[in-house]
């Protein structure tokens, strides 16, 4: 990611699923909008978590629909993280989309671990989907949280031992906040 003043950062959402939060959203989010075409989301999906050396066709109906995907996602993530009930149609897009069949893994003779031929943006988007489940679901689902800054909204999960993550990124959001912290403690001594 790159800071308000053109510094790159390192933001860890803690699952494939909130990674694909960065490239837009819903509403006001729209415009950090960066999937504009099926190449934007096979370049998404090369700097993921997901292992190299996927070979991806992306068409332009599976582009709409990874739009619509990562924005039920987003309100997902954001009810989740401020304890609101999830929405019931924003649950379907995305079991919708897990219910495709998702990216295929394979074993090669060496060891190695590579993707079968002719993945989708279909596949990825059921990847991706599953993966949404599995958190939404599993033992990490209450610690879906939103950046404590004012002026940030990315969501993440706080896997930190304690559970008390309250920045998306510390030398970016939460630097600031002890800089601001630090400057009005020194005004009103």
Known sequence: MVSYDGKPYRFDPGA????????????????????????DLV????????????DLTVSGAEL???????DALFLLA???????????????VVNA??????????????????????ATGTGLLSTVARDAVDLFTGPYAER?????????SLLFVDTSRPGRRRWCAMEHCGNRAKVRAHRARGRTA
């Open 144 to 152: 879906v949280r939103e950046c404590g800054a004012h002026d940030c």
């Open 43 to 54: 370049a998404w999906a090369a700097r993921s978590r997901l292992p190299d050396g996927l």
């Open 78 to 92: 954001a009810d989740r993280a401020h304890s609101r009930p999830l929405d019931a149609g924003h649950v379907e």
């Open 16 to 39: 494939l699923c909130l990674e694909l939060l960065t490239t837009g959203g819903p509403g006001a989010f729209a415009r950090y909008e960066v999937l504009h075409e099926p190449a």
């Open 64 to 70: 709409e629909r990874a739009r619509a995907v990562r």
């Open 97 to 118: 989309a897990a219910a495709a069949p998702p990216l295929v893994a394979r074993l090669l003779a060496d060891g190695t671990r590579a993707w079968a031929q002719g």
